[in-house]
Nanobody, 121 residues
Framework: QVQLVESGGGLVQAGGSLRLSCAAS????????MGWFRQAPGKEREFVAAIGRSGVPYYADSVKGRFTISRDNAKNTVYLQMNSLKPEDTAVYYCAARVGVIRTTSDYDYWGQGTQVTVSS
């Protein structure tokens, strides 16, 4: 059974950093485009960042310059390094995998269960 498992969330003060990880079982992530999305309470899920199979990243304007997405195919893991965190970054963060090219919409084939990130002011 394919599983994506996120980890690394938590509570951090504004200006701090966190690194999220997304590990996969039964799914060779090197064959998939990977994305990170987030959903804050009362809001729709939104695109955060994505990385193609070639390693080319793409970011939402709201996180550009602060977040970095990367992948380690040997560890079958994708990361989201989040720096200079703001209270508005508070959300549940989800990783996702899709066949083909990256998308900023939610049409991904596999999703993790999410990890909570809370940024205090």
């Amino acid at each position: 059974q394919v599983q994506l498992v996120e980890s690394g969330g938590g509570l951090v003060q504004a200006g701090g950093s966190l690194r999220l990880s997304c590990a996969a079982s039964e799914l060779p992530l090197s064959s998939y485009a990977m994305g990170w999305f987030r959903q804050a309470p009362g809001k729709e899920r939104e695109f955060v960042a994505a990385i193609g199979r070639s390693g080319v990243p793409y970011y939402a304007d709201s996180v550009k310059g602060r977040f970095t997405i990367s992948r380690d195919n040997a560890k079958n893991t994708v990361y989201l390094q989040m720096n200079s965190l703001k209270p508005e970054d508070t959300a549940v963060y989800y990783c996702a995998a899709r066949v083909g090219v990256i998308r900023t919409t939610s049409d991904y084939d596999y999703w993790g269960q999410g990890t909570q990130v809370t940024v205090s002011s």
